[in-house]
């Protein structure tokens, strides 16, 4: 049997274990699944089979699932449908299983501008730093019912909500209609990473861009070519998010 435990965005797909002559025990099969959007279709997880034959195998490897269930993660509200096919030790495939469906109603918070933050300083040995950042939008919860969380971290986790959850440092508890926070006695001595996350009152949840607090070097080697009446602004030159500077004469 298969089945789908819907929560927001987070899907966990479970289903039976396989069988196979030739594959004495069960522990020894994996898996595949596909997933589309529409009935028949992979476009979401494609399975490297041929799903609408018996299950000829594209790519002579393992599956990728090694368990008897999966978590996915999607974007957008809607119905989709899904199977599995059980791969013995051979890498021979199974033919699929019967065809699925569930059912997302409802997605995570909108991030504000594009979920970039900001902060009064990019130093991290500064006593104390202030992050700024827009209120996010939703399609369950109004603007000031949406909670925000900020962690810190000696790595960046980039967007994935459960590394930042398990393995950075919460600073604050979830709070209300709030878009500041001040951050007291850092006196950080290396680099680090500040992320905001934000939640709905579903429970889903979505997360800002890290911002990176990082050392700085002096580049004292750097000689700048000697000009006669000019001017020189800084400014995003690239849009790298770095500053450049533009000198003029």
Not at 61 to 89: H, K, P
Not at 123 to 132: F, G, M, N
Not at 135 to 147: E, G
Request: overall charge negative.
């Amino acid at each position: 049997y298969l089945t789908s435990v819907v929560t927001g965005q987070t899907v966990q797909l479970s289903w039976s274990a396989g069988s196979d002559a030739e594959t004495l025990s069960k522990a020894g099969l994996n898996y595949n699944i596909q997933l589309g959007s529409s009935p028949g279709t992979c476009d979401i997880v494609s399975p490297m089979a041929l799903p609408l034959s018996s299950g000829y195998r594209q790519i002579p490897v393992t599956g990728y699932i090694q368990a008897l269930t999966t978590t996915v993660q999607l974007n957008e509200t809607g119905t989709y449908y899904w199977r599995v096919q059980t791969i013995d030790t051979s890498f021979s495939g199974s033919s699929f299983s019967n065809e699925y469906s569930f059912t997302i109603t409802d997605i995570a918070p909108t991030p504000g501008n594009n979920g970039m933050i900001s902060s009064s300083t990019l130093y991290p040995q500064a006593s104390e730093i202030t992050l700024d950042f827009s209120v996010s939008s939703d399609t369950i919860s109004l603007t000031n019912a949406l909670a925000y969380r900020i962690y810190s971290a000696s790595v960046s986790y980039g967007n994935h909500i459960n590394a930042w959850e398990k393995l950075s440092t919460p600073l604050t508890n979830w709070m209300i209609d709030t878009h500041t926070y001040l951050i007291s006695n850092q006196h950080a001595s290396t680099d680090y990473y500040y992320v905001v996350m934000v939640r709905d009152e579903s429970g889903n949840k979505a997360i800002y861009q890290p911002l990176h607090m990082t050392q700085f070097t002096e580049m004292d080697a750097i000689s700048l070519e000697g000009v006669y009446r000019s001017s020189v602004i800084w400014g995003d030159y690239d849009n790298d998010a770095d500053l450049d500077m533009l000198l003029t004469g």
